[in-house]
């Protein structure tokens, strides 16, 4: 089990990325969280096997339709086995 945390830049606030990162992330069975910061990016915290933490990472340097990523940086790290689903924090 690894752990990945992203900051991820561009238009990525008010396009739908936060609901379609949690359906993703469910989709491939990995906890976390994911939420919109102050400066309008988006930070999110997955963990999971490592094989579908590479899958959620590329898939999340492209986004869902309306938006544009201009930047994602991802940080692996120990998985911590602190979350129980993925959500969305307002």
Not at 9 to 33: E, K
Not at 49 to 54: F, I, N, P
Request: glycine share 8%; charged share 25%; net charge positive.
């Amino acid at each position: 089990m690894k752990r990945v945390h992203c900051i991820i830049s561009g238009d990525v606030v008010g396009v739908g990325y936060r609901a379609w990162a949690r359906r993703l992330a469910q989709g491939l069975r990995l906890t976390g969280w994911i939420k919109n910061r102050d400066n309008k990016t988006v930070e999110l915290v997955a963990e999971g096997e490592k094989q579908a933490l590479e899958k959620f990472t590329a898939s999340c340097k492209k986004g869902p339709d309306l938006a544009w990523v201009e930047n994602i940086d991802i940080t692996w790290l120990p998985a911590s086995g602190e979350f129980f689903d993925f959500s969305v924090v307002y």
